[in-house]
């Protein structure tokens, strides 16, 4: 039985919880955001180390200025909320993709709150805002270059995931089968489990679900 140290999960399907409840889309992000508070409550006793959670993407800005606007909303609160619990628990959270373009007292907060959270030592949690892997890769590869030594192992040096331990598992919800540009690189030979759940009904007994079937599936990475 092997155990997944970095799970990363596509929290996708909130606008779709919504709909078909006839409530609009906002409602389904706030639900969302829900789903992240439980999961976090109960990650002590899944043995994940880190976990890494998509929650902007760099394509998302081509939604509604409405929903964009939501979703910071959201984001806002989620620190304002939950940091003292985070600490509390020990946990480190660390933000992946440029959150620099967001509005200036967000960027602020995101800060303080990961500079708040830097000796956690019980787990890291990873959040991906304006992430996209693409551009990840594409920034790590340019700095390889600029040093002169384009390798595998420059390039995942300079990738944002260079201090966490390899991607294990990565999940995504709502029943689609796609990446939507995130961790790439990271998960050339990660597990890949995709549910029909949609993100706001996801819960921590899904969660074990998904490594249950993780500690299941025989991990050769090339060789036999
Ligand atoms: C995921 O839910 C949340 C974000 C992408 C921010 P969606 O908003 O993508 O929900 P669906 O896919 O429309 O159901
Ligand atoms: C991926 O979901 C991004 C996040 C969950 C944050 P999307 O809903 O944006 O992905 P697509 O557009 O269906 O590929
Ligand atoms: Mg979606």
């Known amino acids: 039985m092997t155990s997944a140290r970095h799970v990363a999960i596509i929290m996708d399907g909130n606008g779709r919880w919504a709909k ?14 829900e789903a992240v508070r439980g999961l ?5 006793d ?4 880190v976990l890494t959670l998509y929650a902007f993407s760099s394509e998302n800005w ?8 939501d979703l910071m909303g959201l ?6 909320r939950d940091l003292d619990e985070i600490v509390e628990r020990g946990l480190k959270l660390k933000i992946i993709g440029d959150f620099s373009i967001f ?14 959270s830097a000796s956690g030592t019980q787990g890291t949690l990873v959040v991906a805002l304006n992430y996209g892997s693409q551009q990840e890769i594409a920034k790590a590869a340019a700095a390889a270059a600029a040093k002169g030594e384009v390798t595998v192992e420059t390039i995942a040096a300079g990738l944002e995931t260079a201090d966490l331990p390899p991607l294990d598992l990565l999940i995504r919800t709502s029943g689609e089968v796609r990446l939507s540009n995130f961790l790439l690189w990271q ?4 597990e890949l489990y ?19 079937e993780f500690s299941g599936r025989e991990r050769r990475f090339g060789g036999r």
Do not use: C, N
């Open 194 to 212: 995709f549910t029909d759940v949609l993100w706001p009904d996801f819960t921590v007994d899904h969660l074990k679900q998904a490594l249950a």
């Open 103 to 116: 509005p200036a007292d967000l960027v602020t907060m995101i800060q303080d709150a990961q500079a708040r």
């Open 46 to 49: 899944t043995g994940i180390e």
């Open 75 to 80: 984001l806002r609160i989620f620190i304002a």
């Open 62 to 69: 081509k939604r509604s200025e409405d929903e964009v606007s």
């Open 40 to 44: 976090l409550r109960s990650l002590d």
């Open 187 to 190: 998960a050339s030979y990660a």
């Open 20 to 33: 078909r409840r006839l409530l609009p889309r906002s409602v389904g992000h706030k639900r969302g955001v």
